[in-house]
């Protein structure tokens, strides 16, 4: 059988797609910006902040944490979530990497 796509990349790039993939929805930016605002868990205080239906926030969250950028804990009948600062700190220094290999060709 033959390899799937992401197996021909390394763990870092694939790490680094899904986390990538999972932030590119704006509400998913808005979500984070918020639990970063914070600077605290967040319980479900996100559906008021955003303007958007519980169910859609619910949706949104379980992507961030598939994704591992965000963690969360149970709290009796309430989920708080968090960013989860050893992926945010992989994700960042990932980026920063990134975008410091380029540099500008002197041709175009």
Avoid at 17 to 44: D, F, S
Avoid at 73 to 99: D, R
Wanted: glycine share 6%; with cysteine.
């Amino acid at each position: 059988m033959g390899l799937t796509k992401t197996e021909i990349f390394t763990d870092e790039q694939n790490r680094l797609a899904v986390m990538l993939k999972a932030m590119a929805h704006p509400a998913r930016i808005a979500i984070l910006q918020q639990i970063i605002k914070a600077n605290a868990c967040i319980c479900g205080d996100l559906a008021d902040e955003l303007g958007l239906a519980q169910p859609t926030i619910s949706q949104h969250l379980k992507e961030l944490k598939m994704a591992g950028l965000i963690q969360g804990t149970i709290e009796g009948v309430s989920v708080c979530y968090c960013i989860n600062p050893v992926a945010w700190n992989m994700l960042s220094n990932e980026l920063k990497g990134f975008f410091a290999a380029y540099e500008a060709p002197k041709c175009c």
